[in-house]
């Protein structure tokens, strides 16, 4: 097969990234900026500007004036509403140039970009009817006094975000944070800005006022953008989805301002598959799991442990069904497994597969796939007898690469699903009712799945324990993070009032 070493750059190309600060585009205060790279020629296609805490400041500034001065954060639920479903209609407008653009920058196959772009716009329709079917909770005591909840926004919303979908990412967190009515600054992963540089006009069009959404492009580590964002005092929420690693120093430097922190954290998660399962729908849903979206999945199901007496079966199908999953260039149709999204990171992920030979029988991929010798293109990899204790079992990969491990009893597949620091999510595969809730119940993961694919309703929590996340976001969870829940008290008669110092 010849290689293509080149994707054509998608049309409408902004000649480079800029912050979006106050409604309108500005570069670096410094003037600093940044290479992105392509992940199929890994040749830098655009400069971005690099925000330090000069950048992050003036986008403070401008949130906080347009949360205390401006419009929105008063405005009626409905009004708001409105606002967030023209967004969700702008989005679907072009989502065709979103999906191209995401797609390119990202490595992303081009099918799977255009369901993220639909996802995107499906959160901002859901949070534009949540808010206006919000109620909030009242507390009679008879006689004596009535109770309720004022839940007002918070203010400036620190949004932080990793690169492996980015845009639908960055919808998750705007869209609940403006819809309660806060002022944010996004700060979007450094090795994909494309998109979120796309946000600026998607909002300017649905009428958001200027203020309310602002952007600052840069790097994470101390001096830049991300940490400048975390220690801003006037920022008293962040949201933050990336490693855990990163997550434990966002915490760390959160903690002298006391803010309110959701973190969306890393996963190594189980797909536990018992000898009564369906074993066609399971494969092809655990071949789905774990290689959808370039294997860059925070909820992807890397670690597949099956029964012994279907074990060898199942291993023969999967590695067989893994051959033939289509990797190629990420704007091709066809195309099921495209590019890592950066050089670095096709390095951590070849480095794990050569480990792998090592840990594990490899039955599938390996390395980079035949014809693709530049790139980051990795083939779907398939490890068998991988032991617990092997690193590949425990690590979270963030690539095309996926354990197997036998298991025979039922309590052993649980001691083995919780067996990591992670605690995302966890797949059960069985047609035995009581056991796949007990299980449920049992497994460490803040989300389970039952003889299904990842699919999530909008309404659900979404979250981690352990060392994936810390509280909930999705639905009610995020609006009450984006709000506070003042509790007002009204006397209605008979409140018994002590008397200090009676004449
Ligand atoms: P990362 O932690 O390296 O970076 C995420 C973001 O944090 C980037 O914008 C980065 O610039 C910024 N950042 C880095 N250091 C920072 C600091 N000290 N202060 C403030 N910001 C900082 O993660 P990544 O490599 O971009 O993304 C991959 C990770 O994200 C994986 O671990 C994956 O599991 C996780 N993830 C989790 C979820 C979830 O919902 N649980 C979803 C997607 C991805």
Redesign the pocket.
Known sequence: MTQQTTVTPPEGLPDRIRHYIDGAFVDSLGGATFDVLDPVSNETYIQAASGGPDDVDRAVQAAKRAFHEGSWSTMLPRDRSRVLHRIADVVESRGEQLAAMESFDSGLPITQASGQARRAAENFRFFADLIVAQTDDAFKVPGRQANYVNRKPIGVAGL??????PFM?ESWKLAPAIATGNSVVL?????TPLSASLWAGIFEEAGLPAGVFNLVN?????G????S??KHPDVPLIS????????Q??FA?AAPHLKGLSM????KSPAVVFADADMEAAINATIFGVFSLNG????AGSRILVERSVYEEFVERYAAQAKRVTVGLPDDPETEVGALVHPE?FEKVMSYVELGKSEGRLVAGGGRPEGFETGNFVAPTVFADVAPDARIFQE?I?GPVVAITPFDTEEEALALANDTKYG?AAYVWTNDLKRSHTFAQAVEAGMVWLNSNNVRDLRTP???VKA??LGHEGGYRSIDFYTDQQAVHINLGEVHNPVFGKA
């Open positions: 932080i975000t990793p690169w492996n979908t990412l700060k979007p992963a450094e090795f840069g790097y994470g580590e101390e830049y953008a991300g940490d964002l975390v933050f989805t990336g490693e855990s690693t990163t997550g120093l966002i430097n969306e954290l890393g996963g860059e999945r925070c909820t990171h979270e963030f995302l979404f979250g981690g994936s996340g």
